[in-house]
């Protein structure tokens, strides 16, 4: 498992890890965020700045709770920045606090950093060819080794100040003793697991997990006897703690004006640094260089502490325990432990990725429309630094094209504007579902009543045949002065109006079979426009056409479609009273495959409650109307195929839209009403 990982459930995509990654040792993978193990530094710098606490680590704790509970000697050795980290209490209370926990002895690491320090000194006396660089940094020793391999050969070859330690408790103090290492630094962990110089120290934990332990134990440190450290005592090794504490530890001099040695901190400076002596830019004898500023500045504390007061609570601390301690002592303590082998070796482990061809870089920049120079943001929300960089990192497989916030942006505005259209569409649909479920209800109404009416006017027709013929009998008995006669020709005059309501419905029950043939509707037109100009009724009305020449000509019944036309046109100057003006349009649909017909009045339009009955049998609004006009004119469009509609508006008028599908002669949809297979329910249907 890798020492670092993402808790899943709290990460937020912010991709800030990846912003402060040094070495791309971060892979997103289906928004997952994924640690890269083999070039992971584990600088600690993910962990340090996620906003989400998502970023965790794995460390040795569970094993060391073992160990204190367990008979076996456990010795904790604290990195040299506890002052200004663990500084609850004093220094010697806080080793009462740890031996309370349960840890036999409590040893100071910077007892191991003054042996570093004599053998920089030996180093640096010796060396003649090229830059030193320090190995005091683990971190610093993994990006060297992995992303600079070829600077392995100019790392100094000696233990840090953590191994130097373990090998003194090892190899001259207790071999059988655990050693636990207590510090700020998770690049540690991976340290001691290094070949190299595995075996010196067991379990590496952070100031962080002693916190914890302190606080689930409720031991209180400023509260605690003091008590002193075990094993050798340090001197000016206790500054090495902070940036150049190593330098002032060995005994070299430094100043801006030394062109020899530089000292420098921080990821970025510290990469630079590595970089620009690779390209040979900078020359130098030796260079301390550590990945944070100092270990005061680790990324794993129990507090958050500024570098200038954390280096002046070292400095402080530094001061206080040299002014009660000889110089001499620690380097006669030294000379005893000089035998210890501090040397050790570098492993060259080059994992630089391979650098995509310019062609596929610019497929990914278009992709995400960041294609240079104008369109390439940089914005940095995906956590490279640039559009190209980010492009790569997606050509390596460590990053998603999705990262980039302002692509996913366009994306969702084009998601956002499809589901628009397709709401719409869905609208469309539904309203045309409602329509057609509309019709379909109409149908079977007519259907109903055209079955119905077929019965009752066969029954009437007879007794009216009666009436009318015994009413024209009796007005021929009776002279011409007679008053009853006036009564009888109201009989007469009813009979025969009952008997067109019957021939209505009976015209409306009845399959009319059609008579198609192939004409122009524009005709049609023409004709009904020619029966209806010189009637009164339409002395007033202004009557207009707009007919489409494109109109092809149809197979259509002209009959009974001059029927349809005539009705709603008489309609129409009925609703207008005799004035206003009157439309008729044609027009040649886009897909070539439909032809439209709208009479537009300038009527008083009709009430909504009134559109849903118009095709009803028997509604009318007129004083002396039978209702039928509407409905057979409907079934009549409908036996062609095609659809009517009306569109009204109080006070403006009313449009009838009807639309017919263009068909050829002999065209088998219409040809199957010619042979009269429909029964009566699909009269007036959709």
């Keep these: 498992m890798a020492t670092i990982y993402t808790v899943g459930d709290r990460c937020r995509r912010c991709y800030s890890c990846v912003r402060t990654c040094p070495a791309n040792a ?4 289906k928004s997952c965020v994924i640690t890269i193990e083999e070039r992971c530094i584990l600088c600690g710098s993910c962990v340090k700045i996620c906003p989400q606490n998502a970023r965790s680590y794995r460390t040795g704790i569970s094993q060391v709770l073992q160990y204190l509970q367990s008979d076996v000697k456990t010795i904790a050795c604290l990195d040299p920045s506890f002052p200004a980290i663990l500084d609850q209490g004093t220094p010697r209370q806080l080793v009462s606090a740890l031996k309370t926990l349960g840890f036999d002895e409590v040893w100071k690491v910077a007892f191991g950093a003054e042996l570093v320090c004599r053998a920089y000194r030996n180093v640096l006396q010796n060396h003649t060819e090229g830059p030193i660089i320090s190995s005091f940094c683990p971190a610093i020793v993994s990006y060297i080794e992995k992303f600079a391999p070829e600077l392995v050969r100019n790392l100094a070859p000696i233990v840090s ?51 914890n332990l302190l606080d689930e134990q409720e031991i209180e440190r400023e509260t605690l006897e003091e008590s002193e450290f075990d094993g050798p005592k340090p001197y000016l090794a206790r500054m090495t703690a902070v940036s150049g504490g190593l330098l002032q530890s060995i005994g070299v001099h430094f100043d ?24 040979g830019s900078v020359s130098l004898k030796f260079l301390d260089v550590l990945f944070c500023e100092g270990c005061i500045d680790g990324p794993i504390r129990d507090k958050d502490i500024s570098i200038l007061g954390g280096r002046q609570i070292v400095a402080h601390y530094t001061k206080e325990e040299t002014a009660h301690q000889d110089s001499e002592r620690t380097e006669q303590e030294m000379d005893r432990f000089s035998p210890l082998d501090l040397h050790r070796e570098f492993t060259v482990q080059d994992v630089k990725l391979p650098v995509p061809s310019e062609e596929e870089i610019q497929e990914v920049l278009e992709k995400i429309n960041k294609t240079e120079p104008y ?73 109903s009543i055209g079955q119905l009416a077929a019965g009752v006017a066969h029954e009437i027709n007879n007794p009216l045949g009666t009436i009318t013929i015994f009413s024209h009998m009796m007005m021929k008995s009776l002279e011409e002065d007679d008053p009853r006669r006036e009564d009888l020709q109201m009989v007469i005059e ?71 036309f005539l009705n709603i046109i008489l309609n129409g100057a009925q609703a207008m009273e005799g004035a206003g003006e009157l439309r008729v349009r044609t027009k040649l649909l886009q897909d070539r495959k439909r032809v439209e017909i709208a009479v537009t009045d300038t009527g008083p339009g009709i009430p909504e409650e009134t559109l849903n009955k118009l095709f009803d049998p028997f509604f009318t609004t007129k004083e002396r109307g039978t209702g039928l006009g509407l409905a057979i004119a409907y079934g009549i469009i409908d036996r062609h195929g ?45």
């Design 375 to 447: 369109n390439n943001l940089d914005c940095e929300a995906c956590g490279y630094r640039t559009c190209r960089e980010k492009a790569i990192a997606v050509l390596q497989g460590l990053a998603e094209i999705e990262m980039c916030l302002p692509y996913l942006l366009e994306q969702s505005r084009k998601i956002y504007e499809e589901l628009e259209v397709s709401h719409k569409e869905l609208q469309q649909a539904h309203h045309e579902l409602e329509q057609a479920h509309q019709q379909l209800i109409l149908t079977e109404k007519l259907a």
């Design 642 to 686: 095609g659809t009517i509609d009306v569109r009204s508006e109080i006070g403006v008028g009313s449009t009838f839209i009807m639309t017919l599908p263009v068909l050829e002669e002999g065209d088998a949809r219409l040809m199957h009403t010619v042979t009269g297979n429909e029964s009566p329910a699909m009269i007036g249907g959709v």
């Design 256 to 279: 801006v004006t030394n062109e020899e040695v530089s000292i420098t901190a921080g990821k970025y400076r510290s990469g630079r640094a590595i970089h620009q002596i690779q390209s």
């Design 494 to 564: 009813e009979s025969a109006r009952a008997k067109e309501i019957v021939k209505g419905l009976l015209s409306f029950a009845r399959e009319t079979v059609l008579k198609p043939g192939m004409i122009n509707l524009n005709a049609i037109i023409d004709d009904v426009f020619g029966l209806i100009q010189n009637q009164s009724l339409f002395f007033n009305v202004t009557l207009k056409k707009e007919l489409d020449p494109l109109l092809p000509t149809m197979f259509v019944d002209a009959a009974q479609l001059k029927q349809v």
């Design 161 to 211: 100040p953590m191994i130097a330690l373990g090998k003194v408790i090892k190899e001259k103090y207790d071999p059988e003793a655990k050693v636990v290492y207590i510090g700020p630094c998770m690049a540690r962990i991976g340290e001691i697991q290094d070949p190299h110089v595995a075996g010196f120290v067991d379990q590496v934990i952070t100031f962080y997990e002693i916190k």
């Design 26 to 29: 971060i892979k997103i993978s």
